[in-house]
């Protein structure tokens, strides 16, 4: 436990060659570190201090592995110090591995908060993928407890153009109300605050009327009162 307090303060103050001698030690041992209490804490601070340059044999540990460490409680928090610090080129390969396991991850207690920073710390093509997979799922996902932290993050940090796609996702066509369904439900309900505050004054608009259309008892309902105290507050109107 105090050992590896020790070498994080070491890789804070010590110059970049006594770094790379310092982490060297590491070779071998990546995997066991980052699924160890402490141990974790050490690669984290090595990806966050050390030059990433030096760093490759650590995410090169990653290959094929990302899925796994991203489902793990310390694993997970190295996936996303990694994609806060690494550099583009090595950021490329974990990013690869996690779109192609979305809608496992977004579903995991873990997971979850690696997508979120793909959407916060990944590139176009892969925040792109997010977005899809929470568009062709959104009520699904809005009512997981994990997944629903995903949809949310979308709608935050997606461009105007993704915003614009999932709020007509959100809306439906003809008879369908992804919007009324997630309103009733105990995390979708969290869900719609969140997409209120979000989107445009436009866009708020024809949610909130839409809303009034789908759920004209929205008051009577179990999670009605926050969303009409949100709306109240976005608006300055008495829904």
Same mark, same amino acid.
């Given at each position: 436990?105090?050992? @590896?307090r020790?070498?994080? &303060?070491?890789?804070?103050h010590? @110059? ?5 001698k310092?982490?060297?030690e ?8 980052? &699924?160890?209490?402490?141990?974790? $804490? ?5 990806i ?5 340059? $030096? ?11 990302? +899925?796994?460490? %991203?489902? $793990? ?13 690494? %550099? ?12 192609? +396991? ?7 207690q873990?997971?979850n ?8 710390h990944g ?14 799922n959104?009520l ?5 407890k994990?997944?629903?932290n ?6 935050k940090?997606g461009?105007?153009?993704d915003?614009?796609?999932?709020v007509?996702?959100?809306?439906g066509?003809g008879?369908e @109300? ?7 439900d105990?995390?979708g ?8 505050k ?8 024809r949610?909130?009327v $839409?809303i009034?259309e ?9 999670y009605g009162k ?10 300055g109107?008495i829904?």
């Amino acid at each position: 436990m105090y050992g @590896c307090r020790v070498i994080q &303060k070491a890789l804070e103050h010590l @110059c970049e060659p006594l770094q790379v001698k310092l982490i060297s030690e590491l070779k071998g041992q990546i995997m066991m570190c980052i &699924k160890d209490q402490n141990g974790n $804490h050490v690669i984290q601070k090595c990806i966050e201090r050390v030059p990433s340059r $030096h760093i490759g044999f650590i995410i090169e540990s990653f290959d094929g592995r990302v +899925n796994e460490l %991203s489902t $793990h409680p310390y694993g997970c928090r190295v996936i996303q110090r990694s994609l806060e610090n690494c %550099s583009h080129e090595q950021k490329e390969p974990i990013l690869q591995e996690i779109t192609q +396991n979305l809608m496992q991850l977004v579903k995991d207690q873990y997971g979850n908060y690696v997508v979120q920073h793909v959407l916060t710390h990944g590139r176009g093509v892969f925040t792109q993928r997010v977005v899809e997979v929470v568009a062709g799922n959104l009520l699904a996902l809005s009512r997981n407890k994990y997944a629903s932290n995903v949809v949310e993050k979308s709608y935050k940090h997606g461009s105007e153009q993704d915003k614009e796609r999932l709020v007509q996702v959100a809306l439906g066509e003809g008879e369908e @109300c992804p919007l009324g369904c997630m309103v009733r439900d105990a995390f979708g309900n969290y869900v719609v605050q969140n997409i209120l505050k979000y989107v445009s004054k436009s866009q708020l608009q024809r949610l909130v009327v $839409h809303i009034r259309e789908c759920v004209p008892n929205i008051r009577k309902i179990a999670y009605g009162k926050h969303i009409v105290a949100c709306i109240e507050k976005l608006t300055g109107e008495i829904l």
